[in-house]
């Protein structure tokens, strides 16, 4: 069964410095979404992309968050520099087309510390 | 603004009870969908709900929309150890293309 790749699973950094997250889609889905999950409370949306265009990034701290999808494929979400209050879950997750009420399957997430 | 309740937050049932999780909108909802968390694991879609009054069946869960598309719920019969996790609802609002937002959720705890 396809799933959608994520890595690393864990990255433990220091505050200030970047990171960056990559996901790779399951193949034919043309929505790409990132969530950020903090512990006990559900996903929130960060960004959403078709295929290569974000429609949906009005979650994003965009002064040290950035995202991108160049191909409409794989993406990468950066931070920098990042801060202790980013400590979560980052979820990336997939669906076949946005504005539909397709189901996202989501990937395993990537566990980000800042210490 | 809108406001979305997941209620409870928490439940601990023993294996064999029912267990049942609600999501309810100050406002009309475009569709709902229920997703599965287990511990240290990430969501898994489980249902979809877009009619009004809607009732949709999986093995030992149901799942409700409320008539007036405001509320919903998910029932878990009999359960089991396998039921452990947290129980999320996502929901369009009328109008909006495609963003899902996610309740907080219900995180159910089973023991034998």
């Known amino acids: 069964e396809a799933e959608v790749a994520q890595s690393p699973r864990y990255k433990i950094t220091e505050k200030s410095q970047a990171v960056a997250f990559w996901c790779d889609p399951i193949?034919?889905?043309?929505?790409l979404y990132w969530y950020r999950q903090i512990l006990g409370q559900g996903p929130e949306l960060l960004v959403q992309?078709?295929?290569?265009?974000?429609?949906?990034d009005s979650q994003l701290p965009k002064d040290r968050f950035s995202a991108e999808r160049l191909k409409g494929v794989d993406s990468t979400l950066k931070i920098q520099p990042a801060e202790l209050g980013d400590s979560a879950m980052y979820l990336c997750?997939?669906?076949?087309?946005?504005?539909?009420?397709?189901?996202?399957?989501f990937g395993p997430g990537t566990r980000l510390t800042v210490t | 603004g809108q406001q979305v309740m997941q209620i409870p937050q928490y439940q601990h049932v023993q294996e064999g009870e029912d267990f049942t999780t609600y999501c309810n909108s100050s406002?009309?909802?475009?569709?709902i969908q229920w997703y599965k968390q287990r511990p240290g694991g990430h969501p898994v879609f489980l249902i979809q709900?877009?009619?009004?009054?809607e009732v949709k069946k999986q093995k030992r869960l149901t799942f409700q929309f409320g008539e007036a598309k405001k509320n919903s719920s998910l029932h878990i019969t009999a359960t089991q150890t396998t039921d452990v996790g947290t129980y999320f609802c996502?929901?369009?609002?009328?109008?909006?293309?495609?963003?899902?937002?996610f309740g907080t959720g219900t995180r159910l705890q089973v023991t034998l």
């Open positions: 997750a997939s669906s076949l087309v946005s504005g539909l009420p397709y189901e996202q399957y």
């Open positions: 193949s034919g889905h043309a929505t």
């Open positions: 992309f078709q295929d290569e265009s974000v429609v949906d």
């Open positions: 406002t009309t909802l475009s569709n």
């Open positions: 709900l877009v009619k009004s009054g």
């Open positions: 996502a929901w369009r609002n009328t109008g909006t293309a495609s963003k899902l937002t």
